[in-house]
């Protein structure tokens, strides 16, 4: 077996990233007007400016092994390999190219966490949403399984690396986010005093700017109880009572109207990005019960609200990109549930132009979807939909929509 040199993914210290992401969030936040602060609240933009400007948690996938052909390699400095002559010996290899796709900004596998050994792992080729490891081989004098031993001990040996050192990656993520809302924050305080102070100098000089409008979400005092159903016996029944799904529906319309007035600052995050807000204001509420991209079923969730071993809201965040791929995201969200899955939300982004022609296309093809079975009246402020899920069983999905386009 045969190495490439590689190179190491540690190049830069994530600390020194996080201080440069730092002065840029509050270089923003300064430049915040009155009507922005007048129609958020703090914590919502706390919310929003930490998303926007902290890396989301990187989620490795399973290695991808791919045939990278045959490669002729010097190998002057071999002893094992005789050479014949004073120039260079090559030999030909095989290659086998081992990928590993990711979520996050190739950017940021290049920095070196706080905690990390003095021996990195070593890639070959970082693409966008994948790292690439080679390995080169020789079959002269093997045993097919003595070959296939050896590449599956390297491939585990290197994942492993790589596992960890993004483990540590995400540990300083964790911090990083936590950091950045307490300082967005603070940040967003001293420009609400700034702005307040202006705006009494304009009242006393009898100067009309406007009036305060309705802040939207708020993180609450203390956070909320959850009393689940007791019984288990009815497959069918609702875990979650529908009041606390009523409220889960709420902070998402607060979190999502305060995107919206913010769409600005908004409008280039991506899925993982805006997740992280509607992650982080359920959790201020409900004491860090949700999760994001956790396995579910058949496939991993964007948002799963658990407690005490059981799935109490499950919810998928998608980009309008048509009817077809609508659907397909009520498929995803499905297929992900459980048959003691029996609450969970669409929330879609929409650039378009039209807002309202989209909302129109959303609710036809809702409604056009195979599982669809009825819109369910009893939920006079929001769109609740009645579906059956692939156990066999029925499902309420709120079906949500916001208004990225600028």
């Given at each position: 077996?045969?190495?490439?040199?590689?190179?190491?993914?540690?190049?830069?210290?994530f600390s020194e990233f996080g201080r440069t992401r730092l002065e840029e969030m509050k270089d923003e936040i300064s430049g915040?007007?009155?009507?922005?602060?007048?129609?958020?609240?703090?914590?919502?933009?706390?919310?929003?400016?930490?998303?926007?400007?902290?890396?989301?948690?990187?989620?490795?996938?399973?290695?991808?092994?791919?045939?990278?052909?045959?490669?002729?390699?010097?190998?002057?400095?071999?002893?094992?390999?005789?050479?014949?002559?004073?120039?260079?010996?090559?030999?030909?290899?095989?290659?086998?190219?081992?990928?590993?796709?990711?979520?996050?900004?190739?950017?940021?596998?290049?920095?070196?966490?706080?905690?990390?050994?003095?021996?990195?792992?070593?890639?070959?080729?970082?693409?966008?949403?994948?790292?690439?490891?080679?390995?080169?081989?020789?079959?002269?004098?093997?045993?097919?399984?003595?070959?296939?031993?050896?590449?599956?001990?390297?491939?585990?040996?290197?994942?492993?690396?790589?596992?960890?050192?993004?483990?540590?990656?995400?540990?300083?993520?964790?911090?990083?986010?936590?950091?950045?809302?307490?300082?967005?924050?603070?940040?967003?305080?001293?420009?609400?005093?700034?702005?307040?102070?202006?705006?009494?100098?304009?009242?006393?000089?009898?100067?009309?700017?406007?009036?305060?409008?309705?802040?939207?979400?708020?993180?609450?005092?203390?956070?909320?109880?959850?009393?689940?159903?007791?019984?288990?016996?009815?497959?069918?029944?609702?875990?979650?009572?529908?009041?606390?799904?009523?409220?889960?529906?709420?902070?998402?319309?607060?979190?999502?109207?305060?995107?919206?007035?913010?769409?600005?600052?908004?409008?280039?995050?991506?899925?993982?990005?805006?997740?992280?807000?509607?992650?982080?204001?359920?959790?201020?509420?409900?004491?860090?019960?949700?999760?994001?991209?956790?396995?579910?079923?058949?496939?991993?969730?964007?948002?799963?609200?658990?407690?005490?071993?059981?799935?109490?809201?499950?919810?998928?965040?998608?980009?309008?990109?048509?009817?077809?791929?609508?659907?397909?995201?009520?498929?995803?969200?499905?297929?992900?549930?459980?048959?003691?899955?029996?609450?969970?939300?669409?929330?879609?982004?929409?650039?378009?132009?039209?807002?309202?022609?989209?909302?129109?296309?959303?609710?036809?093809?809702?409604?056009?979807?195979?599982?669809?079975?009825?819109?369910?009246?009893?939920?006079?402020?929001?769109?609740?939909?009645?579906?059956?899920?692939n156990s066999e069983t029925t499902v309420k999905v709120a079906v949500k929509t916001f208004d990225l386009h600028s």
């Amino acid at each position: 077996m045969s190495r490439s040199r590689g190179r190491l993914f540690c190049d830069k210290r994530f600390s020194e990233f996080g201080r440069t992401r730092l002065e840029e969030m509050k270089d923003e936040i300064s430049g915040l007007s009155s009507e922005e602060l007048q129609s958020n609240s703090t914590d919502s933009l706390a919310l929003i400016f930490a998303a926007k400007h902290t890396p989301s948690q990187i989620e490795l996938q399973d290695p991808v092994k791919e045939d990278g052909g045959e490669v002729e390699k010097d190998v002057s400095d071999r002893q094992d390999i005789p050479s014949f002559g004073s120039g260079p010996t090559y030999v030909t290899y095989h290659r086998l190219k081992v990928k590993i796709p990711f979520n996050v900004d190739k950017e940021i596998f290049r920095h070196r966490p706080s905690s990390h050994d003095l021996n990195p792992p070593l890639y070959d080729e970082l693409n966008r949403g994948e790292v690439v490891y080679y390995i080169d081989y020789r079959t002269e004098n093997r045993e097919p399984e003595e070959i296939k031993e050896e590449i599956e001990g390297d491939i585990r040996q290197w994942t492993e690396k790589v596992e960890k050192y993004i483990g540590n990656l995400n540990n300083d993520i964790e911090s990083m986010q936590e950091k950045f809302r307490k300082d967005a924050r603070k940040a967003i305080e001293r420009r609400r005093d700034n702005i307040e102070t202006k705006q009494q100098v304009m009242d006393d000089l009898g100067v009309e700017t406007g009036t305060p409008g309705d802040q939207g979400y708020v993180v609450p005092e203390k956070k909320r109880n959850i009393q689940i159903t007791a019984s288990e016996s009815d497959s069918t029944s609702d875990i979650l009572p529908e009041q606390t799904f009523v409220e889960i529906l709420d902070i998402i319309d607060d979190l999502g109207l305060n995107i919206e007035r913010s769409v600005e600052r908004v409008r280039d995050l991506d899925e993982e990005s805006l997740r992280d807000i509607f992650l982080i204001g359920i959790n201020s509420h409900y004491a860090g019960l949700a999760t994001g991209e956790t396995f579910n079923r058949t496939g991993k969730t964007d948002i799963l609200l658990r407690y005490d071993n059981k799935n109490l809201f499950v919810a998928e965040c998608k980009f309008w990109k048509g009817q077809s791929q609508y659907k397909d995201a009520i498929d995803q969200l499905l297929d992900n549930l459980t048959v003691r899955d029996t609450q969970a939300s669409l929330l879609i982004f929409s650039k378009n132009h039209s807002y309202s022609q989209m909302q129109e296309r959303v609710r036809e093809a809702t409604k056009d979807h195979k599982k669809y079975e009825a819109q369910l009246s009893e939920f006079a402020d929001h769109d609740v939909y009645r579906f059956q899920n692939n156990s066999e069983t029925t499902v309420k999905v709120a079906v949500k929509t916001f208004d990225l386009h600028s």
